[in-house]
């Protein structure tokens, strides 16, 4: 491995790790601060710092702050008759998988190093051929000005040393996904039995005995996607995408399927069985206090992310944008072409790292807002969606992938045209939902709201006005 090559790895571990820690971070903030604004309560404010004599509050954020410094100040409680090693290991074993899960899921398209930009000797006045500097310098009469060239849309620049925005690209991709989230299950497995708290060894079969049922949901669901991208590996899965159709139009059963199983995964309400407060204390982390606590309750975060992650990785187009290519815009529909013009190389690979990064993030904020909107299922009703609901959807899924898959590669070239107008249609579709929701948050932001006054009175006042309360026996 070179220098360089080391950097960029160095570079992309951290963009990927320093990502997942801060939205992380400020999901446990959005929690409080969303649940707060959905139930109309007033969410966390006392938290503040003063300066100059100014107090500031920061909507709740330094509660984030307070949360950190806690867990690292507290008392690292361990019951006496736990097993040391084990229960110091659980944490360990929760958070580490989620990491290493990250090393696979590409963030961007490929760089090539020689495109970024390059400097270019033009000759004074203009009308003369451009030259490339000799030595870094240009010969007399010509001027050096940087250009931004443009990148061909198939294959990369063979120039200098490829990059992929991947951490490392491994051809079984999606295996080294589920073979790094099942060990996910040893952590609250080994947490619950070291604890030596029947509370916590309950919590700890609940966990494994779900993220089981719902992790064969998951690898069920993606057969289907596997057949129609024809790869292992996640970029590839993206590229395709991108010259066809996002996954959640060829496979809209197979993404709500996975969607459902990674919150179920991710152990959070509506699927929050094994740390139910009212029936368990906290689960499978009952005993835990301190940062040891702190990693099991910041390891939930940071799956959620994962698992968001994961779906734009997989069924909504990764890194790419409608009609968004390595060259530049295409706005096409089948043979017809609307637009066409070139982008700047370095441009395109910024898109696409912020369309990848934007799309994690609503989805993380989609499965916070699920996580205030509904109730906690039964144990009973959670096993019985998972083996009699989601399993044989996924079952029916792959079934049908595999019959319409068949008839359109017997369908021929008409089959071939007709999905490939079919595609373009669809990333239209995407093109406008995507504008129409940036201009309902501008104007949702720049719309001043007219706050009204409303009185409440206590629930006497309301009693009286119902016509009053029955009196009881004891009152009499």
Known sequence: MTITSLIWTVVKIAVMVGFVFNVAGLLTWYDRRGGAMMQDRIGPNRASIKIFGFELRIAGLLHTAADGVKFFTKEDFMPPKADKLLFSLAPMLAMIP???????????DTI???????HICFKDGGGGPAMLPVNGACQ???????????????????????VDLVVTSLN????????????????????????????????????????VSYEVTMGLTLIGAMMVYGSLRLDDM??????????????????????????????RIPFDLPEAESELVSGYFTEYSGMKFGMFYFAEYM???????????????????????RDGL?????????????????????????????????????????????????????????????????????FATGIVWLALQRGGDNAASFMKVAGDVTQGIVALAITALLIWIVVGLLRTRLLREQIVGSSAKFASAAGGTKTSPMQA
């Open 330 to 398: 295409h706005i096409a529909f089948g043979d017809t072409v609307l637009l066409a013009t070139r982008l700047p190389h370095i441009w395109v690979l910024i898109f696409g790292v912020v369309a990848f990064f934007g799309k994690t993030l609503f989805l993380c904020w989609i499965q916070a807002f699920i996580r205030w909107s509904l109730p906690r299922f039964r144990y009973d009703q959670l096993m019985k969606l998972g083996w009699t609901v989601l399993l044989p959807a996924s079952l029916a899924n792959i």
């Open 238 to 267: 993206v590229r395709w995408q991108g010259d066809n159709a996002w996954g959640i139009f060829v496979q809209p059963l197979a993404f709500f399927l996975f969607f459902a199983a990674a919150i179920a995964e991710s152990k």
């Open 140 to 162: 007399a009469g010509y001027t050096m000005s940087t250009v931004f060239p443009a990148a061909q849309r198939f294959g990369i620049s063979m120039g200098s040393q490829p």
């Open 303 to 325: 799956e959620v992310v994962t698992s968001s992650m994961l779906l734009v990785t997989i069924f909504l187009g990764g890194w790419q944008l409608p009609f968004l290519h």
């Open 98 to 108: 989620v990491l290493v899960l990250l090393a696979v899921i590409p963030f961007g």
């Open 112 to 118: 090539s190093t020689d495109l970024l930009w390059k």
């Open 172 to 211: 079984v991709g999606v295996l080294f996904v589920f073979a790094m989230a099942g060990q996910g299950i040893v952590g609250a497995a080994i947490a619950g039995w070291s604890s030596d708290n029947k509370f916590s060894l309950m919590g700890a079969l609940r966990a494994a005995s779900q993220m």
